[in-house]
């Protein structure tokens, strides 16, 4: 297996201003991800899942143990350039990653920055608009975009630095569904490419479209696994106050009245399909 990230027993502290005493965010914590593969992360409020994200990006470090990214110690700062080059980051608010008056320069903002030569940051440029479905609003100016669009924008700015792994966190949380469904499709079109896909969500349905669902409470992962093994597990789930799929809950309460629902059916196209033999 060919591992992008290694996260090995992690633990992250924060500390609180008022008694500068330490609050447990993230405790042992410890997870490979595979180069290639799409991760969905999901948990409640307060359960370490944003946190998580910022120390793979080592926008956050430590307070115990390591995580690696492609052979790096996000701990070691001479290599951070190279960490954040491999592992790039799109935040809940776009707004908070969109820093130029044009879109296109916003794209290429990144490069600019890493010195990369001005006719491969044109061509960058005009590849990551096109792969987000952007490019005919290159010279429009980001505030007057959609939600949807200004989100696109800012993950377009991620793929112009050529990263081997995107870590998204939450970036469907302030979209409406459409929004939501435009980030989606083209979070799997770039996980079909090749791109290793961290995506942190509180949305069951968008998980349960991943390779791998990780659920996380306390601090702690608690269950790791595929989506169909993962949302089997029902009762422990509604246990870390989460919700599941609504065609998993479906099936759980068929399943309850005698109904032999197999436990792969997580969505409601493989519902439809099974309920229509």
């Not at 820093?99 to 940051?121: K, Q, T, Y």
Request: proline share 4%; charged share 25%.
């Amino acid at each position: 297996m060919d591992t992008i990230i290694k996260i090995d027993h992690l633990m992250f502290d924060y500390k609180r201003d008022e008694d500068n005493l330490p609050i447990n965010a993230l405790y042992d914590v410890s997870l490979l991800i595979r180069r290639g593969s799409f991760t969905a992360i999901i948990g409640h409020n307060g359960s370490g899942k944003s946190t998580l994200a910022k120390n793979i990006n080592a926008l956050l470090l430590p307070s115990g143990g390591a995580v690696y990214v492609n052979g790096y110690d996000t701990k070691d700062d001479s290599k951070l350039w190279e960490i954040r080059q491999t592992a790039g980051m799109v935040f809940q608010n776009p707004d908070n990653q969109l820093v130029s008056s044009i879109v296109e320069d916003d794209v290429a903002f990144g490069p600019e920055n890493l010195g990369i030569d001005p006719l491969e940051i044109r061509k960058r440029v005009d590849e990551s608009l096109e792969s987000v479905n952007m490019y005919d609003l290159r010279k429009k100016a980001p505030h007057l975009l959609s939600g949807g669009q200004k989100q696109r924008v800012a993950i377009a700015g991620v793929i112009a630095m050529r990263p081997a792994c995107i870590i998204l966190d939450e970036p469907t949380a302030m979209l409406d569904p459409h929004g939501r469904g435009e980030v989606m499709d083209i979070i799997h079109k770039l996980n079909q490419d090749g791109i290793t896909i961290v995506l942190i969500t509180h949305f069951m349905e968008e998980a349960a479209k991943a390779e791998r669902v990780v659920i996380m409470d306390k601090g702690r992962v608690q269950l790791d696994g595929s989506p169909e093994e993962v949302f089997a597990k029902f009762d422990q789930i509604k246990s870390f106050g989460l919700d599941v799929p609504l065609a998993a809950e479906l099936a759980h309460r068929l399943r309850s009245k005698g109904i032999a629902v197999p436990d792969s059916i997580i969505n409601i196209e493989k519902m439809v399909d099974y309920l229509c033999q």
